[in-house]
């Protein structure tokens, strides 16, 4: 691919062919428009109107590329005269705006001036308005909060820089620093009154119309900085994301946990079922696959003494873009030594039943699941969750008996497990291995019902081939599902230790991926070997954190909850 840059002729820029050709094309399209003769208006018939219109309201009526164009002359004109440097390398911020409001809120009556309490102080302008020649109003935001700046004539202090020549050149979006004295309009808005103001980072590209804010989904997820500028409930719901991943480090701290890190590339997909991106190692010459989980590299820590490990971290599985899902991924997982499935239930209500009411203020909340509809969820977090054993709610929600556990696996149990989907509509595509028929049948019948939490415990063993056996009933393994608002946010079970169980396992996944399976698991021998140096008995527990999110902000679209989606190209 070349290098060479053009010069646009507009703006004086070094940019790319393409992006030159597209600028040119735009170009041409508005001028095309701007031709075409136009019908006359009240305002064209009064020219005494038309010019009492200031700069910045003649500007809204220009295209974003036009503004653009005109706002980069103006501010290479100020480079070049030196009188304004619109990119200052300091300014001295003395407190941020949400300890402004703090201190200064309760202390200031309407109309008064803290005359001698000089502070400095810096945001982006979200409103601009003039009253007259002498006092301009500006509205500027910064770390979720707002603080207005009246800026008045005979304020001015600033000998350098007269007031006209640096509020002529402001613009909604550019940052500025304030420098002047706290107090409060006649009207009680806590306000600063600026003896100087400074221009330090312009904003070249126009934002949206402040009435109709921006709304375009496309726009604010491709764009997310121009979402977090406009859209002050985005930066709330990551600041909920945020406080709810530091409760959970916090929780798993102080029960003894030990934070780690793992590989993110595995000569294995291993520890879950999903089907892996694969990625390229040129110095080894061979493809590696990007993890689909961090559980077989914990549980060999767990084996070397590491007795209560945990991450945090990004998961990759090269699947499908939905509501819900995203080929990149937060997870975190645990692993407890001398712990089982009934411990794990336990500190599961203990940890998310508290991480609610500290980020909610109580255990209930209304989620609302589909976009652009009024259907309502009314969960409730409150210990003790509900449980239901997977086989017999089945089998009392199907009227039917099912084949003992240990028989599902094979060709009887998965016969008996198609026609059961075949008798109630239940879609599932090739190839319908029993794993996958039991799996879709558990999605109809009782995750749909699943909307405060609720457990999903007891599964078949060959859903489950890195979960201990039930150490009661044949077939079956110590495993939980917590399934919130429909959708499963936690997964956990008592760990399988036993190696040569661990292989025969392992082997009957290779069988579904030869099968076509993608989502089957490959054998792992240094897992395996490392369970024959002996993994003590031990709970493993795994959490989806942005579905955790959604419902915690009520986003019913996982792309709300990550700052930058996975998004389809834009076709050039």
Known sequence: MSDKTYTDEVTGEQVSK??????????????????????PTAAAATPKAAAAKSAEEEEEELTPNQYYEIRTK?????????????????????????????????????????????????????????AGAKLRFYDIHGEGVKVQVMSALQDHTDEEVG??????????????????????SKMGELSLFPSRTVL?????????????????????????????????????RFVTRTRIIGYLRNFLDQQGFLEVETPMMNMIAGGATAKPFITHHNDLKLDQYMRIAPELFLKMLVVGGLDRVYEIGRQFRNESIDLTHNPEFTTCEFYMAYADVTDLEQLTEQLVSG?????????????????????????????PFRRIRMIPGLEERL??????????????????????????????????????????????????????????????????????????????????????????????YTELNDPMDQRQRFEQQAADKAAGDDEAQMIDENFCQS?????????????GIDRLVMMLTNANNIKEVLLFPAMKPIDQ
């Not at 609302?368 to 259907?375: A, G, H, I």
């Open 18 to 39: 393409s992006e030159l050709k597209r600028r040119q094309k735009q170009r041409q399209k508005e001028q095309a428009k701007a031709a075409r003769p136009a019908a």
């Open 74 to 130: 103006t501010i290479t004109k100020l480079q070049a005269d030196g009188r304004i440097n619109p990119y200052p390398h300091k300014f001295h911020v003395s407190m941020g705006l949400p300890a402004f409001i703090e201190k200064y809120a309760s202390r200031i009556e309407p109309g008064q001036r803290l005359e001698g309490e000089v502070v400095s102080i810096a945001g982006r302008i979200s409103t601009k308005r003039a």
């Open 163 to 184: 007031y006209e020549e640096v509020h002529e050149v402001l613009r909604r979006g550019d940052i500025i620093g304030v420098v002047g004295v706290p107090g409060k």
């Open 200 to 236: 330090l980072t312009p904003c070249l590209r126009m934002l949206p119309n402040p009435r109709t804010g921006l709304k375009d989904q496309e726009t604010r997820y491709r764009q997310r900085y121009l979402d977090l500028i406009m859209n002050g409930f985005v930066r709330d």
């Open 355 to 383: 991480m609610v009411k500290y980020v909610t203020g109580g255990y209930k909340l209304k989620y609302n699941p589909e976009p652009d509809s009024d259907k309502t969820y009314d969960i409730d977090f409150t210990p």
């Open 399 to 492: 009227n039917v008996t099912f084949p003992p556990a240990d028989e599902l696996a094979g060709e009887k149990g998965r016969n008996f497990l198609d026609n059961l989907c075949k008798k109630h509509n239940v879609e599932c595509g090739a190839p319908r291995t029993s794993a996958r028929l039991l799996d879709k049948l558990v999605g109809e019948f009782l995750e749909s019902e699943c909307i405060s939490p609720t457990f999903i415990t007891e599964h078949p063993q060959f859903m489950s081939p890195l979960a201990k056996k039930h150490r009661s009933v044949t077939g079956l393994c110590e495993r939980f599902e917590l399934f919130v608002a429909t959708k499963e946010i936690c997964n956990a």
């Open 531 to 543: 369970l024959e140096y002996g993994l003590p008995p031990t709970g493993g527990w795994g959490m």
